[in-house]
Nanobody, 123 residues
Framework: VQLQASGGGLVQAGGSLRLSCAAS????????MGWFRQAPGKEREFVAT????????DYVGSVEGRFTISRDNAKNTVYLQMNSLKPEDTAVYSC?????????????????WGRGTQVTVSS
């Protein structure tokens, strides 16, 4: 099983990026998916989660209203649209596959983790 995150980069504050995470090796259409991030010197934190069919989502408060998580089960891919980016959003963003179908905020509820993609927001 492999998860490959892409779409990161350098952007000015107020800009947008769209992250993608493609899974291979098996289908995850019945699993929740999540995005997490880790800033330099900080612990990894929850960012967003989506249930198996995309009908339920949730976000950490600091990104609510700016980020949108979505998924395309036909492509075995989850996305994170990030708008109105702030310097404090700078981090390595990673995707993960949940152990169940429902949304989850805890890292222990995720089984497979992908290599992250760097997002850097300049002021």
């Amino acid at each position: 099983v492999q998860l490959q995150a892409s779409g990161g980069g350098l952007v000015q504050a107020g800009g947008s990026l769209r992250l993608s995470c493609a899974a291979s090796g098996r289908t995850f259409s019945t699993n929740a998916m999540g995005w997490f991030r880790q800033a330099p010197g900080k612990e990894r934190e929850f960012v967003a989660t989506i249930n198996w069919n995309g009908g339920s989502t949730d976000y950490v408060g600091s990104v609510e209203g700016r980020f949108t998580i979505s998924r395309d089960n036909a492509k075995n891919t989850v996305y994170l649209q990030m708008n109105s980016l702030k310097p404090e959003d700078t981090a390595v963003y990673s995707c993960a596959v949940g152990v169940s179908s429902g949304i989850s905020y805890s890292q222990t509820s995720y089984r497979y983790w992908g290599r992250g993609t760097q997002v850097t927001v300049s002021s």
